[in-house]
């Protein structure tokens, strides 16, 4: 069973410019989540999708993030204009019907 | 205002002995706890997990008890050997956690296994 998949792995951009990750989640999984992990914090629940409806989306800082999962499979999480603090890593997970959340391997942005 | 802590940045075991390592939680809604371990340059894994109902879970070298009336939790491997170096995080939820509410993780304890 083919994992979660995310990409790019690694993105330097300066702050004010956009940045877009991607997201492919596991095949039949109706749930998606964007988590945001600072270094030396755990992840942070950023926004969940229930197929292609959001859930929460609580601790999304709206003025900048935006996420969507527009066919309620893949999901792209953008952010503009970037700032400093914005430097983590953002990790996808998903999961199905009474399954734990399964994660990918992550995306470490570095705004400069 | 942190509703999982995890109070020990580091701990270092020895090879063949047991690893504890401990949680704790504010919010008495949580009902759904879960351990994961990620390992440098990897999303983090499920390792175990317990609900709220049940005061023990077992799964190999892994045991996770949970004391509701204390808010804590704690992991146990025996014996501890040198690929469960890694950092483990202690989450939780008040749903099901699989397509029911998102997870509130503490920030980790990084566990050492020493030869």
């Known amino acids: 069973e083919a994992g979660v998949a995310q990409s790019p792995r690694y993105k330097i951009i300066e702050k004010r410019q956009s940045v877009a990750f991607w997201c492919n989640p596991i095949s039949g999984h109706a749930t998606l989540y964007w988590y945001q992990q600072i270094l030396g914090q755990g992840p942070k629940l950023l926004i969940q999708f229930q197929n292609n409806g959001v859930v929460d989306d609580s601790q999304l800082p709206k003025d900048r993030f935006s996420a969507e999962r527009l066919k309620g499979v893949d999901s792209t999480l953008k952010i503009q204009p970037a700032k400093l603090e914005d430097s983590a890593v953002y990790l996808c997970a998903s999961s199905g019907i009474e399954s734990e959340a399964f994660f990918g391997q992550g995306t470490r942005l570095t705004v400069v | 205002d942190q509703q999982v802590k995890q109070n020990s940045p580091s701990l270092s075991v020895q090879e063949g002995r047991i690893s504890i390592l401990n949680c704790d939680y504010t919010?008495?809604?949580?009902?759904?706890f879960l351990w994961y371990k990620k390992y440098p340059a990897e999303g983090p894994t499920f390792l175990i997990s317990i609900s709220s109902i049940k005061d023990k879970n077992e799964d190999g070298r892994f045991t996770v008890f949970l004391n509701k009336s204390a808010k804590h939790l704690s992991l146990h491997i025996v014996p501890s050997q040198p690929g469960d170096s890694a950092v483990y995080f202690c989450a939780a939820s008040e749903g099901r956690g699989g397509g029911a509410d998102g997870l509130t993780f503490g920030k980790g304890t990084h566990l050492i296994i020493q030869p």
């Open positions: 919010n008495s809604m949580f009902d759904y």
